[in-house]
């Protein structure tokens, strides 16, 4: 009994040395022994606790990382919703930030406001649990209203406190803050993957994402993210402001980040946003803005929340990065609606944390608009820090005797003529039977939102088209394990997995059918929305121009697409021989109560246009919003829910301040169009 009491001793104070080793090394910065010490002490507590497992308990430094990989991640609902940020784009912008904040609030005393800056870190929202002191769980941001538990992933992540350094812990209290890759971690996980010639991260963010939705602890833990605590909800405190929350995280265990700034004006915190513009370039980690917040939480409280937006904070963003590089080569791609869009190749180029060597050019008027040429110099950045796209060109170093760029008045992929409809900015390849077109349609068909064809990607569309073995969707219903196997990188297992996959798709319900059709501007949303309103194939294709139109959330242009698309023949044709095969092309009554419609950004909101948009023509700009779910109308109202704003906008934009209707710019809008 002596000794196991010893040996408990022994591993509690290796247990508080070598957590105390993990704060200095990850959370201070500030190493307090030798690797090679801490290693010879984590290996005897993980040794003594190999030898006595009663002794295990969950807040060991040896429990960070499981045993066994994760077989999927669960979903949970959070207890309270991770909201999004407003976003702004310029000092001019948060200032208006202000004024709003200020006509919502109730009392007169806005002078002694107070502002909490902190960088905007590009990385993962997670929330963190606490019960006891103790980590109970870690979810990701998800939807902001339910996320995956990934507990055994934020374990391994060793600036986040297994127990919270406090004599007296809450009962339960949640944390919530962004994990993200050091730079230095990136370019090394980036080498690694190099020399096994792996596909390359294109940058931290979305390395950092990928890693924590890893089914193995263990490659996590190898990949050494960091995280920043940036908030909490605790009740029953005297926590008062953000100031203190931020410094009770820290006196907790929490790395918080050592770059905030309390800000007793709006001057202030412009003057934290211009330092930190060209000093963000010196820091380890990659930073896209600052977050600005209302101090005092009584007045958060007070001020409340938009249904996607706390009033009390803004991410004041960066420009975008731009950069200068060399055009190459001027293409054009087919897509599947056979839009040829041209694109700009170029020299590789940094931008925003990506190599670029592509960009939209749109279409034939926004070329003519820019006059670029192959062998100009153009500058290129990305929109939202999204899209890449040419902002202007520098004719001034335009090399002699360059000819303007004609766009091709044939399809590249099939030699069909093309067409530009007379309503229309887009040129388009009319030919159904063009590969281009099928190429598209069929990765589209076997998309996540659509069938989910597991296997069934790009190449080996290619493959199956080059092969004469697919020549529509329907066919790939008739493929056999003996038909693909001889395919390259294909082999019998793939083969079968893949014909698997395929004979599984037919048990997807009618409306992701629907939107597997590739129908022009019918989104997943739409789609869903169709199938409620007819609730099979043939009623949806003998559906009038005024039944359709009237569904709320299609309107005339999707309802005049849907009656174009059942007018073509081969696309009837299609649909008997997906009958014929057993695609599930209506909705029996289980289904249409099953139905899930993923909520997006612009599900049942209300647009209004004013105003010209640097790239997006009216009905493009159009057209992507009543595809993912929203509605545009032509004036503003108190139903308005977003205000889409151009250069020399007209009178709607002072009917919109005046209603409080949240304005967005080109790059806003598409920034929120990323998260559908």
């Given at each position: 009994m002596k000794i196991i009491q010893e040996i408990e001793q022994r591993i509690q104070q290796l247990r508080q040395q070598v957590e105390k080793a993990n704060y200095a090394y990850y959370v201070l910065d500030d190493p307090i022994m030798e690797d090679a010490v801490y290693d010879q002490l984590y290996r005897e507590l993980e040794k003594l606790e190999k030898k006595y497992p009663q002794l295990i308990t969950p807040d060991s430094p040896t429990q960070r990382v499981g045993e066994q990989p994760a077989s999927q991640f669960l979903s949970v609902a959070h207890n309270i919703p991770l909201y999004s940020l407003e976003n702004a784009f310029n000092l001019d912008e948060l200032m208006a930030w202000e004024k709003k904040w200020q006509r919502y609030s109730e009392t007169e005393e806005i002078k002694s406001i107070e502002y909490v800056c902190e960088l905007k870190i590009d990385g993962s929202a997670l929330a963190l649990t606490y019960e006891n002191g103790l980590l109970i769980r870690g979810v990701t941001r998800g939807d902001g209203t339910t996320g995956e538990d990934i507990t055994q992933n934020v374990r391994t992540i060793r600036s986040i406190p297994l127990k919270l350094t406090l004599n007296n812990p809450p009962p339960i209290i949640e944390v919530r803050g962004e994990a993200f890759l050091p730079l230095d971690e990136f370019d090394r996980i980036n080498q690694e993957r190099e020399?096994?010639?792996?596909?390359?991260?294109?940058?931290p963010r979305n390395a950092a994402a990928g890693t924590l939705?890893?089914?193995?602890?263990?490659?996590?833990?190898?990949?050494?993210?960091?995280?920043?605590?940036?908030?909490?909800?605790?009740?029953?405190?005297?926590?008062?402001?953000?100031?203190?929350?931020?410094?009770?995280l820290q006196s907790s265990g929490f790395l918080v980040n050592p770059h905030r700034k309390l800000c007793r004006s709006l001057e202030e915190v412009a003057t934290y946003f211009q330092q930190w513009e060209t000093g963000r370039k010196d820091l380890p980690y990659m930073t896209d803005g600052v977050v600005v917040k209302i101090n005092d939480y009584s007045r958060q409280k007070a001020?409340?929340?938009?249904?996607?937006?706390?009033?009390?904070?803004?991410a004041l963003k960066y420009p975008a990065e731009e950069a200068v590089t060399l055009v190459k080569d001027i293409i054009v791609n087919v897509g599947r609606t056979g839009a040829v869009t041209p694109m700009a190749v170029m020299e590789p180029v940094h931008v925003a944390g990506t190599t670029v060597q592509k960009a939209t050019l749109h279409n034939s008027d926004r070329i003519a608009q820019l006059d670029i040429r192959v062998g100009d110099t153009v500058v290129i950045r990305k929109a939202g820090e999204i899209i890449?796209?040419?902002?202007?060109?520098?004719?001034?170093?335009?090399?002699?005797?360059?000819?303007p760029y004609q766009m091709p008045d044939r399809c590249p992929e099939c030699r069909s003529p093309l067409k530009r409809p007379p309503t229309e900015a887009v040129t388009r390849c009319m030919n159904l039977s063009c590969r281009a077109i099928l190429r598209g349609s069929l990765v589209h068909w076997s998309s996540r939102d659509a069938l989910d064809i597991r296997g069934l990607g790009e190449k080996i569309v290619i493959l199956l088209i080059n092969n004469g073995l697919v020549n529509s969707i329907a066919d790939l219903y008739h493929l056999t394990p003996e038909k693909i196997a001889y395919l390259e990188r294909m082999g019998s297992k793939s083969a079968h997995k893949l014909i698997?996959?395929?004979?599984?798709?037919?048990?997807?319900?009618?409306?992701?059918?629907?939107?597997?059709?590739?129908?022009?501007?019918?989104?997943?949303?739409?789609?869903?929305?169709?199938?409620?309103?007819?609730?099979?194939?043939?009623?949806?294709?003998?559906?009038?121009?005024?039944?359709?139109?009237?569904?709320?959330?299609?309107?005339?242009?999707?309802?005049?697409?849907?009656?174009?698309?059942?007018?073509i023949e081969k696309n009837d044709d299609l649909i008997q021989q997906l009958k014929k095969v057993g695609l599930q092309l209506e909705a029996t009554p289980p289904d249409m109560t099953t139905i899930e419609v993923s909520p997006t950004p612009f599900s049942?909101?209300?647009?209004?246009?004013?105003?010209?948009?640097?790239?997006?023509?009216?009905?493009?700009?159009?057209?992507?919003?009543?595809?993912?779910?929203?509605?545009?109308?032509?004036?503003?109202?108190?139903?308005?829910?977003?205000?889409?704003?151009?250069?020399?906008?007209?009178?709607?934009?002072?009917?919109?301040?005046?209603?409080?209707?949240?304005?967005?710019?080109?790059?806003?809008?598409?920034?929120?169009?990323?998260?559908?």
């Open positions: 020399q096994k010639q792996e596909a390359l991260f294109a940058n939705r890893q089914l193995d602890p263990k490659i996590v833990d190898q990949r050494r993210l960091q995280f920043f605590a940036y908030t909490l909800h605790l009740e029953d405190t005297e926590i008062n402001s953000q100031w203190e929350s931020l410094n009770y001020l409340g929340f938009t249904q996607k937006f706390p009033r009390w904070a803004i890449p796209e040419v902002v202007r060109v520098l004719t001034e170093l335009r090399p002699p005797h360059s000819q698997k996959a395929i004979d599984s798709s037919k048990q997807q319900p009618y409306s992701r059918v629907l939107y597997g059709l590739g129908i022009r501007y019918v989104g997943s949303v739409t789609a869903s929305l169709l199938a409620e309103n007819f609730p099979s194939i043939d009623q949806l294709s003998q559906a009038s121009y005024a039944s359709l139109s009237s569904v709320y959330g299609v309107g005339e242009e999707i309802a005049q697409s849907i009656i174009d698309w059942f007018s049942g909101k209300t647009f209004v246009m004013t105003g010209t948009l640097p790239t997006l023509k009216r009905n493009e700009a159009k057209a992507l919003i009543t595809e993912a779910g929203g509605k545009v109308t032509s004036s503003i109202s108190k139903k308005t829910d977003y205000l889409l704003v151009g250069e020399s906008p007209g009178s709607k934009l002072k009917e919109a301040e005046k209603l409080g209707v949240h304005q967005l710019n080109e790059t806003d809008f598409l920034t929120l169009l990323k998260e559908n």
